[in-house]
T-cell receptor, first 111, second 114 residues
Framework: DAKTTQPPSMDCAEGRAANLPCNHSTISGNEYVYWYRQIHSQGPQYIIHGLKNNETNEMASLIITEDRKSSTLILPHATLRDTAVYYCIVRPKAAGNKLTFGGGTRVLVKP | DADVTQTPRNRITKTGKRIMLECSQTKGHDRMYWYRQDPGLGLRLIYYSFDVKDINKGEISDGYSVSRQAQAKFSLSLESAIPNQTALYFC?????????????FGSGTRLTVV
């Protein structure tokens, strides 16, 4: 699986958009980008995933660069409940369903 | 009731003791996983099972064993607990057809080995 690089931490203001970057310069053509988050020692929660095109769901948007070497998770209107560790994971879609977690980005949403 | 239930939620045990962490699920998923999380770090895969007769080692299986008693139950054992196994343990499930976005995690078991 391709390695990902995320900033260890970031702050954002409540009500503003939170933009979480992820670098995956060694990504292969068959590898998807997945985002999970973990709120205060709870089990991780799936957010969104994508291959090439930008994706949006009720939780977030995922913007993948044209060369696919980096991506950005956007929380459009951050709330205090979005304070969590966010994990960017890159892997083939059919790689045995095993998730490998890196260090993630610790996001603190401030009032 | 939670879809994935882990017991106990918290446990303190002594070095050298055998301890079992249990996981049961009502999702009807065929795949189950055990992860370990140390403070400030991401989750690491210990063991995983794709069906009742399938058990596979993850990246950090030494010192652990598992049992898949039924499709809905997956237990993790520490045969002789040691202090560096102090961690937060998560069970997760997924279905063959839903890929990694279909993971459901339990609430975790906080294990302290003294």
């Amino acid at each position: 699986d391709a390695k990902t690089t995320q900033p260890p931490s970031m702050d954002c203001a409540e009500g503003r958009a939170a933009n979480l970057p992820c670098n995956h310069s060694t990504i292969s053509g068959n590898e998807y980008v997945y985002w999970y988050r973990q709120i205060h020692s709870q089990g991780p929660q799936y957010i969104i995933h994508g291959l090439k095109n930008n994706e949006t769901n009720e939780m977030a948007s995922l913007i993948i660069t044209e060369d696919r070497k980096s991506s950005t998770l956007i929380l459009p209107h951050a709330t205090l409940r979005d304070t969590a560790v966010y994990y960017c994971i890159v892997r083939p879609k059919a790689a045995g369903n095993k998730l490998t977690f890196g260090g993630g980005t610790r996001v603190l949403v401030k009032p | 009731d939670a879809d994935v239930t882990q017991t106990p939620r918290n446990r303190i045990t002594k070095t050298g003791k055998r301890i079992m962490l249990e996981c049961s699920q009502t999702k009807g998923h065929d795949r189950m996983y055990w992860y370990r999380q140390d403070p400030g770090l991401g989750l690491r895969l210990i063991y995983y099972s794709f069906d009742v007769k399938d058990i596979n080692k993850g990246e950090i299986s030494d010192g652990y064993s598992v049992s898949r008693q039924a499709q809905a139950k997956f237990s993790l054992s520490l045969e002789s607990a040691i202090p560096n196994q102090t961690a937060l343990y998560f069970c997760a499930t997924s279905s063959t057809g839903t890929d990694v976005y279909g993971y459901t995690f339990g609430s975790g078991t906080r294990l302290t080995v003294v």
